[in-house]
């Protein structure tokens, strides 16, 4: 009989990820037979065509979500997964794949919305808001009681030092990455704080890159930008970017979800070719590909590792993003739809779930290969949680709350 080998890493600041990083998608406005169609829900017709769910972009999302729970629960696998493989450590990616498709599908979405008008900056806002606030907050009330109760009956949640009391209002506020101290709880929420920053700024962003005449003049000025963001966080915070703590992620979010926006503006001018989008698209997955065995850690700097990484993503986003969906596939489809709440739920899951199976084998012995069991077990709990919070709280909220912000 084998007892539990673990075997302890030290935790980078900032390397657990997120975000919208999951772009939760708002339920369709109904339809209304020959009659105009609300100005402020309004999409242009060619966006319309071109938006269509079930490709490479959603399939993108889907696994980038299992990634994220597959970093975060791979911190309680019986043996620490980095020391298999460098990738396992590599759950930052997944969060700037998440804020920077964020920047690029509102922008494909909503972008001549915003330009015309026809949606308000306020309106905008109110309306991204409302699809992640409640979501959050359901969440993390069920967190709160769940550690309460764990208190009341005598022991701790797992690993209790992520739940301090006074910093729950901050994160309920979703203000937590503004420079407020909050490392607990629903952990990768410091992502939704960040965009609900990027979407009050989002209109203004597409004002801005809809002056821009040349379309590939524009991931230079997103690559400008991450690269002045980058010099301000080693300047002020003394980390680069993905290092940041989870309190400043407002300032990693930003440049990500800019980059995201200058892509959707130049798909929007039908740069570049669909050849070019093809080439884009499989040489930043062959370069994400090459770059993961690499130490970053162990390299001179870590924009050595960081600069190829980031700039595959870009490409993955903009060759993905150009080219037409021509063969949607339903459960990728609805992998990615699941995709929001599997992220929100999967740490709530993961508190429940790991409290009971950390305590089993605190008090008997139990053979290394039934803990591998046990931890492969967790996934598929995190999925069929995630499909049951989607189908019965977060939608029903969300067919309730969005036509009320489109009237």
Not at 182 to 196: C, H
């Amino acid at each position: 009989m084998a007892n539990r080998v673990t075997v302890p890493l030290p935790q980078i600041p900032g390397q657990i990820p997120v975000s919208e990083l999951l772009v939760p998608t708002e339920p369709p406005a109904p339809a209304v037979e020959r009659g105009p169609v609300a100005p402020e829900a309004a999409v242009p017709a060619r966006s319309e065509r071109e938006i269509v769910r079930g490709g490479a972009l959603d399939f993108l999302r889907f696994l980038a979500s299992l990634l994220i729970v597959l970093y975060h629960y791979g911190a309680e696998s019986p043996i620490r997964l980095e020391l298999f493989a460098q990738v396992f450590s590599r759950g930052f990616l997944a969060t700037d794949f998440f804020l920077m498709l964020s920047g690029y599908v509102l922008g494909r979405a909503y972008g001549p919305s915003t330009l015309s008008g026809r949606l308000s900056p306020a309106r905008f806002w109110a309306r991204r808001a409302a699809r992640v606030w409640p979501g959050h907050l359901v969440v993390l009330a069920m967190l709160a009681l769940l550690v309460l109760t764990l208190n009341l009956i005598g022991t701790d949640a797992h690993k209790p030092s992520r739940f301090i009391w006074s910093e729950l209002p901050a994160q309920a506020l979703l203000i937590h990455a503004w420079g407020f101290p909050s490392d607990g709880w629903n952990l990768p929420s410091w992502s939704l704080s960040a965009l609900i920053v990027c979407y009050a700024l989002f209109p203004f962003f597409w004002r801005a890159v809809d002056k821009v005449r040349r379309p590939w003049i524009l991931p230079l000025i997103g690559a400008a930008v991450m690269g002045g963001f980058e010099v301000l966080a080693r300047a002020v915070f003394h980390h680069p970017l993905p290092d940041l703590q989870f309190q400043y992620g407002v300032v990693r979010a930003l440049p990500l979800f800019a980059l995201g926006v200058c892509l959707a503006r130049a798909v929007d001018m039908r740069w570049p070719s669909e050849a070019m989008a093809r080439i884009l698209l499989w040489g930043g997955v062959a370069v994400l590909v090459v770059t993961q065995p690499l130490d970053r850690y162990a390299l001179p700097d870590e924009w050595i590792f960081d600069v190829p990484s980031l700039a595959a993503i870009a490409a993955i986003v903009l060759g993905a993003g150009r080219l037409p969906v021509k063969r949607p596939r339903k459960w990728i489809e609805e992998g990615a739809k699941l995709s929001f709440a599997l992220f929100i739920t999967h740490i709530f899951v993961g508190v429940a779930y790991w409290s009971v199976v950390h305590r089993l084998i605190e008090t008997r012995p139990i053979d290394i290969r039934l803990q591998w069991v046990m931890w492969v077990a967790g996934f598929p709990l995190a999925y069929g949680a995630a499909w049951l919070f989607h189908t019965f709280i977060d939608q029903p909220l969300q067919n309730r709350l969005q036509p009320l912000l489109r009237k």
